[in-house]
């Protein structure tokens, strides 16, 4: 039972900002454990005014006669309004015109549990045009919310399953372009910046773009590597402000496979295992990447795995990963994809052995093996594995300014949106190119293709977004990029290296 002494606040890890005809409510990924992590949804800009009162600390009562006296309704009235909000502790939703619209957990917060977070903020909110709304879940209207940059596509290794574009010649976008990216993304109000590589570490002044990322509020989910890191590297780490995860990438214990998988030099196992003690020294949290392969998939290996890092004590969870076919390196990867059967196997045996005694997160991410190839229905929403999300929240910045739709397509010109050399993050967003890709129209796709004359194209695209154009050039080539996704029932069959 709300009390009208008890003082509640907008929860502070929740922000708005206007995204020229609504509000964007949202919290970064980094939130208390009562908060809702890395939420974003579009309210009604009264919605928002009515919560940024919250704002400012008051007692309830004292914020319901405020409200009354704005809005000419009764305190009773304002009260029951509200009461869906205070510490709900499950996401909650109005909806208007026919809108949904989201709100996430413990929205207002009583003050004694945030005493030391909360701090009174009565400039929160962009005025919006009240007459004018549209909250249809679409993409961000002005810019992305939150940028996925790729300092470099240098490495150490060679991974015979790589993913990455790691041959494309280009000219790096300098410090100071890339600091003035970091200064649009806060002025912008965006949740965060990501950064890859290749490996981050093998950029010279990967210290000073973290270092500004972490200062302007943006601060990256994790870093991962596949290289030993040198202490001295790591105080350098240490001393940009990050305090995230850093993501070790380790298939095997045994150097003669990795020599095999990623081309290691000799010593490599001892190096990585002296970057995770130096790492939990500097105290940072520590998760694992694992690629299950037809050498590194079997038991023996995966145990081997599991005892020595039971042994990490700043461990944040280990992922296991069965990896799809690259489009950049489908012959290696050929030649290291394991059977279905052994695969099989791994998962039974981290299910039922290794899970139910693991002290910490054990993931296995193994949806590549159920493929629904040519099963999508006419009246499926999305394909089994989910839609796609290219161009909704998330922008893909290329080391040479470039700005593809999708993370996984690189320099494919078929999806580059814009250059930040040349354009703005928010020119680029809202480019013909960044729309015509979100929008699809029958027209831009070539006759061969079965969807330049398909009878649900705007169901598929428009409505419902199903096809995934990374699954697309899986499945038929870079040059096929307008063939239908290959779980569609309409599309050609698939001859590529897609099943396993």
């Known amino acids: 039972m709300m009390s009208q002494n008890e003082t509640y606040v907008l929860n502070p890890d929740y922000h708005f900002k206007g995204d020229k005809d609504r509000i964007v409510m949202y919290s970064k990924k980094q939130v208390s454990s009562f908060s809702s992590s ?43 309004m509200l009461a869906p909000y205070i510490e709900n502790k499950n996401v909650v939703h109005t909806i208007f015109k026919e809108n ?3 709100f996430p957990q413990n929205v207002l917060i009583a003050w004694h549990n945030v005493e030391e977070l909360f701090k009174e903020d009565t400039n929160n909110i962009v005025q919006v045009n009240c007459n004018d709304v549209n909250l249809k879940q679409d993409r961000m209207h002005i810019a992305p919310q939150s940028i996925l940059l790729m300092l470099t ?32 993304a806060k002025r912008l109000k ?39 890191i040198a202490e001295e590297t790591i105080k350098r780490l240490k001393d940009t402000g990050y305090n995230n995860v850093v993501q070790i990438s380790l298939d095997s214990l045994d150097e003669q496979v990795l020599s095999t998988l990623i081309d290691c030099k000799v010593g490599y196992v001892n190096k990585m295992k002296q970057t995770i003690i ?46 799809e076919v690259s489009i950049y390196t489908p012959e290696t990867y050929k030649e290291i994809k394991a059977n279905k059967d052994q695969l099989l196997d791994c998962i039974d045996y981290i299910n039922e052995t290794l899970r139910p005694k693991a002290q910490f997160k054990l993931f296995c991410s193994d949806n590549c093996l159920e493929e629904h190839l040519g099963e999508g229905k006419d009246i499926d929403k999305h394909f089994y594995g989910g839609k796609c999300i290219m161009l909704k929240q998330l922008a893909f910045v290329l080391p040479d300014g470039k700005v593809s739709a999708c993370e996984q397509l690189y320099w494919h010109p078929q999806f580059i949106i814009g250059d930040l050399k ?18 699809l129209s029958q027209g831009v ?44 029932q309409y599309a050609p069959k698939v001859t590529s290296d897609l099943l396993y």
Not at 197 to 220: A, Q
Request: hydrophobic share 35%; proline share 4%.
């Open 100 to 102: 949904k619209i989201y």
């Open 153 to 184: 596509n240098k490495c150490v290794t060679k991974c015979k399953y790589c993913y990455a574009d790691k041959n494309t010649k280009y000219t790096p976008m300098s410090t100071d372009e890339v600091l003035h990216l970091i200064d649009d």
């Open 278 to 323: 130096n790492l939990e020294a500097y105290g940072f949290k520590v998760q694992f990447d694992t690629i299950l392969t037809k050498l590194t998939a079997n038991r023996k290996s995966l145990d081997q795995l599991f005892l020595f890092i039971s042994k990490v004590t700043n461990l944040e969870y280990w992922e296991i990963r069965i990896p």
């Open 190 to 228: 965006m949740s965060y910046i990501d950064v890859i590589g290749g490996e981050v570490f093998c950029r010279k002044d990967w210290d000073i773009i973290i270092k500004k990322i972490v200062d302007n509020g943006l601060m990256p989910n994790f870093i991962s590597t596949k290289m030993p």
């Open 422 to 439: 040349k354009q703005s993050i928010e020119e680029i967003w809202n480019s013909p190119k960044a729309w015509e890709l979100y929008n």
């Open 38 to 80: 890395d939420w974003v949804s579009f309210i009604h800009p009264t919605q928002a005014q009515i919560l940024n009162v919250f704002a400012v600390k008051r007692t309830f009562g004292e914020q319901c006669k405020l409200l009354a006296l704005k809005y000419g309704i009764s305190e009773g009235q304002i009260s029951e």
């Open 445 to 488: 796709f070539r006759k061969e293709s079965v969807c330049s004359h398909c009878k649900i194209f705007d169901f598929c695209n428009l409505e419902n977004h199903r096809r995934c154009f990374v699954k697309v050039i899986k499945a038929y080539g870079k040059d096929k990029w307008d063939y239908p996704d290959p779980r569609c």
